[in-house]
């Protein structure tokens, strides 16, 4: 029997940047990951980053490590007519779609807007924050402390055509992911949900992101 390791996330930098430290479940999760490596006759890697790091940290030959982009199905995920009542919101509309995780950088995109209004005095943009996560609460109540509601709305999760309207509605896309050890090798789906709509986006320069 041959096994196949389908490597999507790198899980120990992901615990680094979500938990702050390098502790025990650090140091498990590199152990489980240096097991799935080993075990594994194939690895399939989301992109060359990850390439690299079965290479290097998992000890696998080059030829038996893959690279298979993930995407979204251009057949069904495609410029839909937008939708007019949030188009009157502003001249122009910034969109986010994604994990409101605490690793994810919307915190600091809240800042950025309450700069944009509140410091700048700019009203000619409305955010559209599509998605869901455990710091949602948490970024909702930090929006209306900062007096951004009538700036910034948050749908929830989207899917199907109701995502492809919102996303066809936005003017730019951003992707606030703070640049570090996890975020730079990562492909990230919004990226490529922002391409597939031919919408222009703004990031940190990341590695793959860049790519």
Excluded at 10 to 35: D, I, N, Q, S, T
Excluded at 100 to 113: A, C, E, F, K, P
Excluded at 134 to 155: C, D, G, I, K
Aim: glycine content about 8%; hydrophobic content about 40%; charged content about 30%.
């Amino acid at each position: 029997m041959k096994f196949l390791f389908d490597h999507h996330d790198l899980m120990p930098e992901l615990y680094v940047e979500k938990f702050k430290h390098r502790g025990v479940g650090y140091k498990a999760m590199r152990w489980l990951e240096w097991l799935t490596f080993r075990r594994a006759d194939a690895v399939i890697s989301t992109n060359d980053s990850y390439r690299r790091i079965a290479i290097e940290r998992g000890g696998k030959q080059p030829e038996q490590v893959f690279v298979v982009r993930s995407g979204p199905d251009i057949a069904r995920f495609k410029p839909a007519d937008p939708d007019p009542e949030i188009q009157a919101k502003a001249r122009f509309i910034v969109g986010y779609v994604g994990i409101m995780g605490n690793q994810d950088g919307v915190d600091d995109l809240l800042r950025i807007i309450r700069i944009y209004v509140n410091d700048l005095g700019r009203r000619d943009a409305h955010f559209l924050l599509i998605g869901e996560g455990p710091e949602r609460a948490r970024l909702e109540t930090l929006a209306a402390e900062w007096a951004l509601e009538a700036h910034v709305t948050f749908t929830g999760y989207l899917r199907g055509e109701a995502l492809n309207r919102a996303l066809s509605t936005i003017d730019i896309g951003v992707c606030p992911d703070p640049r570090n050890d996890y975020t730079t090798r990562c492909t990230m789906n919004k990226v490529m949900e922002y391409m597939a709509m031919a919408k222009p986006l703004v990031q940190f320069d990341l590695i793959e992101g860049r790519f």
